[in-house]
């Protein structure tokens, strides 16, 4: 595996202007707007025409992460995105993302409508980050389509939640496609609604949801959950919440839907608290209370 500096950025967006375009072999990168006016194929994947956001075309192997990085800096700043991510037949691909503002006060409203298309026989690992400030209102939108055989495992993090999160996830799998999605979010000062949907539509198909919620100060949550089965097929959901202020709130909303009675599907879900015998512990050995929560927190966290 060659080794490469995150400070390689493929894709860097602030505001609404492109800083960066890196071009690797065997890939093609452009704004979303130029994807759409340059190949015609893209515009039944893209959700309409885009203003603004990435296109990241994978043709051939790459043994290396690539980067895409979008920012706010400016005051006032809103945000539409338009992101089409298409990996080919037979890859095995890794991408590596991050979403912020880069300084408090700034009030970004970041807005993303995107689509990642798995092609057969390939697979992603995508890791997505987020970090904003309490002024912040934060709306993604993602689809992914894994066809015949694909792998997906992405995980998200939200590591510093915005005034505002809402994050909406469908992933449709079709022929033995198999995915492991993971949400994080670690929720202070904040609004937060989590809506995932896994459609298992064809024969063979499987996959697991699992979330992760912290409910520090003055947040509520919300995190709907489901499953759909159309096929022969496997799921499995996994909602977790941690309550950690009284001042906050988590609901928890698993839902699963069968449609064929050869299909296997299931849930678990729960919200608990810190036990004081963790924290007693914890402080015998020299912590603090807030580091014996903090480091209770990300063991939690730790999916």
Not at 1 to 27: C, P, W
Not at 37 to 47: D, P
């Amino acid at each position: 595996m060659v080794t490469r500096s995150a400070r390689n950025i493929h894709y860097l967006q602030i505001d609404h202007r492109v800083k960066r375009l890196f071009q690797e072999k065997g890939v093609v990168i452009l704004p979303s707007a130029e994807a759409w006016q340059k190949f015609t194929w893209s515009k039944k994947y893209f959700l309409k025409k885009p203003k603004e956001g990435y296109f990241i075309w994978i043709k051939k192997q790459i043994d290396f992460p690539l980067f895409a990085c979008i920012s706010i800096a400016s005051k006032n700043i809103q945000q539409e995105l338009g992101n089409l991510l298409v990996v080919e037949k037979n890859l095995n691909i890794s991408l590596r993302g991050t979403c912020n503002t880069l300084k408090k006060n700034l009030c970004g409203i970041h807005k993303a409508e995107g689509k990642i298309v798995l092609k057969e026989n390939s697979s992603l690992n995508y890791e997505h980050i987020h970090s904003w400030h309490r002024e912040d209102i934060v709306l993604p939108n993602y689809e992914f389509l894994l066809e015949k055989n694909s792998k997906l495992d992405y995980t998200y993090k939200n590591l510093f939640t915005p005034k505002k999160l809402k994050i909406k996830t469908i992933l449709n799998l079709l022929e033995e496609a198999s995915c492991n999605l993971k949400m994080v979010a670690d929720c202070n000062f904040t609004e937060t609604e989590i809506i995932d949907t896994l459609v298992l539509k064809e024969k063979g198909a499987s996959g697991q949801i699992q979330l992760r919620l912290v409910g520090r100060k003055n947040s509520k949550i919300l995190a709907r959950s489901q499953i759909l089965a159309r096929a022969p097929c496997k799921g499995h959901l996994d909602c977790q919440g941690l309550l950690i202020d009284k001042s906050s709130s988590i609901s928890l909303v698993p839902e699963l839907i069968c449609k064929n009675k050869q299909s296997q599907i299931t849930h678990e879900a729960s919200i608990g608290k810190i036990e004081e015998e963790q924290l007693n512990y914890l402080r015998m050995r020299g912590l603090n209370e807030k580091e014996a929560i903090n480091l209770v927190i990300n063991g939690f966290l730790g999916i």
